[in-house]
């Protein structure tokens, strides 16, 4: 089939395994060849689907030259390998994939088609433009919203073929309240996302890598602060995309701020923000001390960041820091660490890949204000690392719908979260926080393993 689609269908694939548990067969695509066509592919998409394309701008034209050059690739392997016969199911993921989906729809009508939206291109960007989006929901008009907030090109894509496919699924509840408002259609089917832990360690091996995690942040932390801090420290975390308001990395700082003048905290906390931004090069004074046996004692300039950013002076986490006075002060017993890059095994300073790096934590933290499901909550509780959402995340409302649940002494602490209660949500970040750091090394690994 490979050389069938080069030679008769112009299509240049590559065919190999996924590199995870069951090495599931992959076909690459390149879509490159389709730009020339964009025009053609764009009005085909208007005649047949409405699709307003005419106000496409950033990265709408690669995702939506790689979901055309993906159907085609799909109609030629269904026309070379399969028949009317066969049931085949292309499932297409947010509205990059859209275009693809409506193809096949057109001119394969036999294959069943599935659109899973894992947010919505309008709802993410209301949240993220400080709109209140829950309060408003049902007011606000998906199209004219788009128009308000340019995105009427995304959303046009993602509504219409969430209109035109067979079945038209999301990942929550709360993000399907949001699809029958902003785009017309309620989901046909409620999916939870899953996440596979074949590869999360076990036994022995848990033990080791927790151990050695928890080495390496400590002692990168060290010689950044110019501290002698020790296993005993409390090491949380918060990860994700950058959307700061979304994710509530503005939440999580404040809460910190706020941990770190209350007298009655005894345990130093280390606390990570491991978010990219726009990074650059891995500090070089770091690196050097990291190559030292010695122990310093004096913090190094800006000592609350591990890469240096292109924006340093306007990106939100810095400037938040400064503005609350998180300063990583030697007395300090609440230090932040903003670890700005992918952490993807070859950054410079750690050189862990972010699984092997999380699991050295012992609670993670993610108030988001805008979280369809929340993978990062999900994936912490499989690494046996407790977390704390809030009831605006997909799982975090999956969770209080499960029977026993007692919240963070059962490995979950859900929030109660609004578009009216943020400091309340920072005060209740910060209690758990600090109710977490009084608990005994008995009762926080019970709670590690009910995580």
Known sequence: WKQHACEKDNLLVRIGRWNIPGNPIVILVDFRQFYAQKNDIYAWTWENFQVDSLHAYGDYDEASMFSYAAGKVMESFYNYNLSKANKVIYHANEWMTGLGALYL??????????FTTHATSIGRSIAGNDKPLYDYLFAYNGDQMAWELNMESK?????????????FTTVSEITGNECKELLGKAPNVILPNGFEDDFVPK?????????????????VANKLFGTN???DTLI??????YEFKNKGLDVYLRSLSRLQVDKNLERNILAFVTVPAW??????????????KETFIEPLEIPFITHWLYNGAEDRTLGMLRHIGMNNYPEDKVKVLFVPCYLDGEDGIFNMKYY??????????????????????????AFKVPTITTDLAGFGRWVQGLENWHGIDDGVEVLHRSDNNYFEVVDTVKNTIFAYSAKTKKETERICKCA
């Open 203 to 219: 036994g022995v091996s848990y033990v080791t890598k927790r151990k050695d995690a928890r080495a390496v942040m400590l002692n």
């Open 229 to 231: 801090w020790n296993d």
């Open 236 to 241: 949380i975390g918060t990860s994700g995309r």
């Open 356 to 381: 092997d790096l999380l699991l050295g934590q012992d609670l993670s933290v993610y108030p988001s204000y805008y979280e369809p499901w929340g993978y990062t909550p999900l994936e912490s509780i």
């Open 155 to 167: 959303h046009s894509i993602e509504k219409q073929t969430a209109w035109h496919v067979d079945c």
């Open 105 to 114: 729809q057109k001119e394969i009508p036999q294959i069943a088609t599935i």
């Open 279 to 292: 990074v650059g090069k891995a500090r070089q004074d770091l690196q050097n001390r990291l190559q030292s």
